[in-house]
C-alpha cells in the first residue's frame, strides 16, 4: 500500500463516485477501479458496497477512512517538518584564537557576521 492510493482511496470515498474521483484524480476511471480492487486485494477485504443505485464504504472502508486520513497527515507533517529543519539550520561553531591581536580581530569578525 502507498501513500498515492491511499489518496485515490479517500477521493473515491469523499466523492462517493468512481468516476468523479477519476476526474478530480486526473487518471482514467479504469485505472482507478483497478487500483481500487488492488486495495481491497491487499488488504483482503471488500471497502466499498458497490450495489446498482448504491455507492457506500463498508464497515472496513470507513475505518481506512480515519486511518488513511491520519497517515496522510503524518505524511504531511513529517515532510513540512524536514522542510523547515533544512531550511533553519543552526549548529554551534567554535572559534579559537592565542593572540590578543588575533581574538580581537575574530571577535570583530563574528559580529559582523552576526549582524
Known sequence: MNFRILNYFL???HEKNITKAAEVLHITQPTLSRQLMQLEED???KLFDRSQHKFALTPSGQFLVQRAQ????MVEKTTLDI???EQN???SIAFGAGEYYATQTLAQLIGAFQR
Request: glycine share 6%.
Open 70 to 73: 491520519e497517515i496522510l497527515d
Open 83 to 85: 522542510q523547515d529543519q
Open 43 to 45: 488488504l483482503g477485504t
Open 89 to 91: 539550520l543552526s549548529e
Open 11 to 13: 477521493t473515491v470515498a
